[in-house]
T-cell receptor
Framework: GEDVEQSLFLSVREGDSSVINCTYT??????LYWYKQEPGAGLQLLTY?????DMKQDQRLTVLLNKKDKHLSLRIADTQTGDSAIYFCAESLTYSGTYKYIFGTGTRLKVLA | GAGVSQTPSNKVTEKGKYVELRCDPISGHTALYWYRQSLGQGPEFLIY????????DSGLPNDRFFAVRPEGSVSTLKIQRTERGDSAVYLC????????????FGQGTRLTVV
């Protein structure tokens, strides 16, 4: 079945690194994504990783993919108060003419000043 | 427009009424998606359009929900005989093509059924 799981909450101090974890079930996913959602706002794509990669770095963001364990993580270096938001992991599914994203329940990141 | 636009931003309706939610995708994007996000949950897939046709409507919860995209651009999500359980934020997204790496989301329509 299609399922993406994340821990619900994470609290870190400003300047520390944050690591948000995600597990997914469909090994055929082509891309895996991290989205950010601030209160009352839509979803903003932060970064994505192709399934044949194991790491991608983009400024303060580092994505690690362990395909064997179906585990994805997002590391935010030097976390700032503006990083406080809900972070969603998503996998893409492509089969029989469809293309859709399956989202996790989101991890609420709180950054303490 | 510059981004995906959804109207209205908020909609309050009485139980049993009919509602329409509109999505204007980014110009030139052929793929369009509708998602529903309930409080404290991640977005849940409803339907995917490629051009004018619904390529996958497997996420629509029941036959009260229907969506159209007659000219391959603007899409309307229609909900008949609304129920309180339909209350959620309805998100629309578009991407340049199916399989593209980035889908752009609108701000959503918050539907409240009273």
């Amino acid at each position: 079945g299609e399922d993406v799981e994340q821990s619900l909450f994470l609290s870190v101090r400003e300047g520390d690194s944050s690591v948000i974890n995600c597990t997914y079930t469909d090994s055929s996913s082509t891309y895996l994504y991290w989205y950010k959602q601030e209160p009352g706002a839509g979803l903003q794509l932060l970064t994505y990783i192709f399934s044949n990669m194991d790491m991608k770095q983009d400024q303060r963001l580092t994505v690690l993919l362990n395909k064997k364990d179906k585990h994805l993580s997002l590391r935010i270096a030097d976390t700032q108060t503006g990083d406080s938001a809900i972070y969603f992991c998503a996998e893409s599914l492509t089969y029989s003419g469809t293309y859709k994203y399956i989202f996790g329940t989101g991890t609420r990141l709180k950054v303490l000043a | 427009g510059a981004g995906v636009s959804q109207t209205p931003s908020n909609k309050v309706t009485e139980k049993g009424k009919y509602v329409e939610l509109r999505c204007d995708p980014i110009s030139g994007h052929t793929a369009l998606y509708w998602y529903r996000q309930s409080l404290g949950q991640g977005p849940e897939f409803l339907i995917y359009f490629q051009g004018t046709g619904a390529a996958d409507d497997s996420g629509l919860p029941n036959d009260r929900f229907f969506a159209v995209r007659p000219e391959g651009s603007v899409s309307t999500l229609k909900i008949q005989r609304t129920e309180r359980g339909d209350s959620a934020v309805y998100l629309c997204a578009s991407s340049f093509d199916r399989g593209h790496t980035e889908a752009f989301f609108g701000q959503g329509t918050r539907l409240t059924v009273v």
